[in-house]
């Protein structure tokens, strides 16, 4: 229903910033939650932020609060994530999702996900 597609990640060093983009098509509603998510090799997947397509306040996991902002655009359905203060252990692939169920942190409550981008944090 939804197609969601990443880009954006890259290779930078400790300090430095990025900022993602995840840019939908298809059957897009508005009460739509969109989130990202990271994994790193040998962890599980892991919530990252959060927020409702139609408002409501954006939300974070407490290690980038303060350092990543979620936003986003209707006019050009696109999702962003900027990463500031970028650190070692944020290198992971970064997943966006859509789902149904504002508040959640669980990958399970989001059906839609894009394929991934690789963000490498040095140092």
């Known amino acids: 229903q939804v197609q969601l597609v990443e880009s954006g990640g890259g290779l930078v060093q400790a300090g430095g910033s990025l900022r993602l983009s995840c840019a939908a098509s298809?059957?897009?509603?508005?009460?739509?939650?969109m989130g990202w998510f990271r994994q790193a090799p040998g962890k599980e997947r892991e919530f990252v932020a959060a927020?409702?397509?139609?408002?409501?306040?954006?939300y974070y996991v407490d290690s980038v609060k303060g350092r990543f902002t979620i936003s986003r655009d209707n006019a050009k359905n696109t999702v962003y994530l900027q990463m500031n203060s970028l650190k070692p252990e944020d290198t992971a692939v970064y997943y966006c999702?859509?789902?149904?169920?504002?508040?959640?942190?669980?990958?399970?409550?989001?059906?839609?996900w894009g394929q991934g981008t690789q963000v490498t944090v040095s140092s």
């Open positions: 298809g059957r897009t509603f508005s009460s739509y939650t």
């Open positions: 999702a859509a789902g149904s169920l504002y508040g959640s942190r669980r990958a399970r409550d989001f059906g839609s």
């Open positions: 927020i409702r397509w139609s408002g409501g306040m954006p």
